[in-house]
Nanobody, 122 residues
Framework: QLEIVESGGGLVQPGGSLRLSCAASGFSLDYYAVSWFRQAPGKEREGVSCITSNGGTTNYADSVKGRFTISRDNAADMVYLQMNSLKPEDTAVYYC???????????????WGRGTQVTVSS
């Protein structure tokens, strides 16, 4: 069974940090670009960041540039999202999903996981 599992969310104060993790079961993430998305209550899901399969290229939404860093460890078959200087508007459920290829330009494939809740509040 092919499955994506996100973890690492939680409650953090404004200005704090969290590191999210993305793992797969039933297949390896190593060969695919991977994106992080998020969905806040009452809003559409939006792209946050993407990393190519070899980690050589990354991109970020303007709202998170300079605060979030996407990375991957292909030896461990994991993708991460380091989130610093968190703001209340970063509150959302965060999801990761692979692309159907090495590039972030490829279409996503597979089903969305359950996500991990990030809440930024004092």
């Amino acid at each position: 069974q092919l499955e994506i599992v996100e973890s690492g969310g939680g409650l953090v104060q404004p200005g704090g940090s969290l590191r999210l993790s993305c793992a797969a079961s039933g297949f390896s993430l190593d060969y695919y670009a991977v994106s992080w998305f998020r969905q806040a209550p009452g809003k559409e899901r939006e792209g946050v960041s993407c990393i190519t399969s070899n980690g050589g290229t990354t991109n970020y939404a303007d709202s998170v540039k300079g605060r979030f860093t996407i990375s991957r460890d292909n030896a461990a078959d994991m993708v991460y999202l380091q989130m610093n200087s968190l703001k209340p508007e970063d509150t959302a459920v965060y999801y990761c999903i692979p692309h159907d290829g090495a590039s972030c330009d490829a279409q996503h494939w597979g089903s969305w996981g359950r996500g991990t809740q990030v809440t930024v509040s004092s």
